[in-house]
């Protein structure tokens, strides 16, 4: 039995049918990877419970959390944009992982500088998201994630928009806090280089279905005529 | 329309005849406002007798408290019902309710008066419905409650029409963050919707309050005398019926010291105000799922329609059964085309004036001349700081006694209300040249593309459609509009909506009915037509 088992999960989108079936061990980096359109992120959308399946189920820890609302699950979802409310201060945006109404105690601030010394922001708590570059935000987002503490963290594209080097950085960072918070990570990503950096294993998912799951280096060599055609190689 | 785009066209060449005609114009209007003050004050200068300032007092502060309570209720019901709306964007009859949000900006507002009377009034659906269950009860409409009832009727749609967009503009993912974080509906208002409020209702906010404080036909229909008089109408009884020149300027100097308050601070809140694309699928809301929140949604969403469709159901009820009393078809034939005539004629001029400004404007931000610019849009918003009866009385003014008044009744009319409904006219150009210039400015130049061609290729096909909605929205309002043709107005020339403040100031509500009904149909179909002709299919 697997740490995340998604069996038989079913949406329609339009006209697109999809079905996956999907395993992640605990602890382990997932990358997920595939053309677009083909429902990477309605994947992680029906995980996060921001869409309902069909049909299926999603068990995580052995606990079937289909139908749990978004905030009951043992997930978090990292966007690619709009992670903050841009009127909120960095304290009050990473505080809402501690009380959705944003009554904080002295205890609760403390913690938020926790999470902020964890992604390298120290002494940011006063600043606003517009004061900050793409990637602080991006941390900012992620040390609300870890206050949340839920064992899994999903990122969907979180990255996408960061250049090369700073990308490489987010998901060294990443790497280590899923270490120290022992978390299981799903990455929706569109560059194969993260996968192949980051992800002990990889999906590749197409027209709606998971074509092939495994190890990433395994996948990104396979001779699959759909992972060809998507790597161009 | 294809003239019109023409002579507008040479951009590229210095300054062309459009532009320069565009300055002409904005300079004429803002001659005229100056023109109007000094004839008024000059004619009004002697007069022995002190102005009477304790009636003047009263006048404003009714004027402003009716405006206030109007804006406060009608932002209050609206925040309610774009919340809902927001929340429910799966709600059956959402369309519908947003389409007919978009009626009142057609709806001439005498029309809309007509179906609060019905019911509301004396002998309306209410009066009927408490006669029958037998409860002892008159509503008593005339007054505060029959203004601040039509105001809300009136602004309501239009201020949800403001919000919408402002709650469509929230990202999907602060609603997937909401829900990933647990937030409730109390922390949601909180963290998502005051702050959003709190940007847009500030201008929204100014912009209602100004059209409750310079309403005229509502006050003067549902007034019901000298207790509940506005500016507006004050103005309109020195002037029409007192001939106090000297009180109606000092009224009317009041109206543009306010109109230009609220104007600058419209200005000052600075926030380009969207109105459209409300019909758009709103991000799905998580907190719209909870079968609480269904409730209340559901609730707030069925009695404001009820509220705004109510008075639109008793005008076609009422108008269809009161066709028998109906003025009689001559009568109303003439009406009607005295007002088709009247529209498409005040429309036209609004709508050719509105272009040749907007591309003067256009023109002077090209160049980097923000000031002209500026200029250039404020004459011609000049009919939302002076009362259209001040500038009609000025025209009235300068015409005594060198023209026959009788026979420039009707270019007074066009006039007037082509200076009413242009700011309308630039509200939608101005945007709309602007992208276009941004979109196709460089190109063409690259392309050499200039004159005819690019006029032919390129403007009339992206600036039909704009053009068509300046052209059918300024001909239904200058079709609709009751200030001209009750100040210029007289036995020979009445249109619909003076045969109608007729019929309604004589309580002949049967008769009223069947013409409201008849004006309304002939507004939509008027606009209708002209949007579909003129403006041609969608383009992609």
Known sequence: ?233 | MRALGRIATPRAAGLSVAVLTGYGLAAVLGGLAITVFALLLAAGDDAQSPPPYAYICRVLGFTLWQAFLSTLLSLLAAILMTRALARQAQFPGRMLLLRLCALPMVMPTIVGIFGVVAVYGGSGYLALVADAVGIDWQPRLYGLAGILIAHVFFNLPLAIRLLLPAFASVPAESWRLAAQLGMGSRDIFRIIEIPLLRQQLPGISIIIFMLCFTTFAVALTLGGGPRATTLEVAIYQALRFDFDLRLGAMLAILQVIFCAGGAWAVWRAGRQMVLGNTARLVAYRYDGRASRARLVDFSVIIFGAIFLTLPILALVQRGLAGMVAAASPASLLSAALVSLGLGLAGGLTATLIGYLIAQARQRALLQGRKRGAMLLGLAGRLGLFVSPMVIGTGIFLAATGSVDLYRIAAAGVILLSAVMALPFVLGVLEPALEVAAARHDRLCAALGLTGWNRFCHIDWPTLRRPIATALALSSVIAMGDLGAIALFGNQDMVNLTLLLYGQLGAYRLDGAASTALILLALALAFYWTIERVVGGRELH
Not at chain 1, 29 to 46: D, N
Request: proline letters at 4%; a negative charge; glycine letters at 10%.
């Open chain 1, 1 to 233: 039995m697997s740490y995340i088992d998604i069996a038989g999960l079913q949406f329609t989108y339009e006209d697109l049918v999809m079905r996956f079936d999907l395993t992640v061990d605990e602890g382990e980096v997932m990358a997920i990877i595939g053309p677009s359109g083909a429902g990477k992120s309605t994947l992680l959308a029906l995980i996060g419970g921001f869409e309902a399946a069909q049909a299926g189920s999603i068990a995580v820890g052995g606990e079937d959390i289909t139908d749990l609302a978004p905030d009951a699950r043992p997930v978090t979802t990292l966007f690619q944009d709009h992670n903050l409310f841009a009127h909120l201060s960095v304290a009050q945006n990473v505080g809402l992982g501690l009380h959705p109404g944003l009554r904080l105690s002295a205890e609760d601030r403390v913690a938020v500088a926790w999470a902020l010394e964890q992604v390298g922001l120290t002494g940011f708590e006063d600043r606003l998201p517009g004061q900050l570059s793409g990637g602080e935000r991006q941390r900012v987002a992620i040390a609300r994630c870890i206050l949340r503490k839920r064992p899994v963290l999903m990122l969907d594209e979180a990255f996408a928009a960061l250049g090369p080097a700073l990308r490489r950085e987010m998901l060294q960072l990443v790497l280590s806090l899923k270490v120290r918070n022992n978390l299981t990570v799903l990455m929706v990503t569109h560059d194969p280089a993260d996968a192949a950096f980051a992800a002990d294993h990889t999906s590749f998912i197409a027209d709606g279905q998971v074509v092939m799951s495994g190890d990433t280096a395994t996948v990104l060599a396979s001779t699959h005529p759909a992972i060809r055609d998507y790597l161009g190689t």
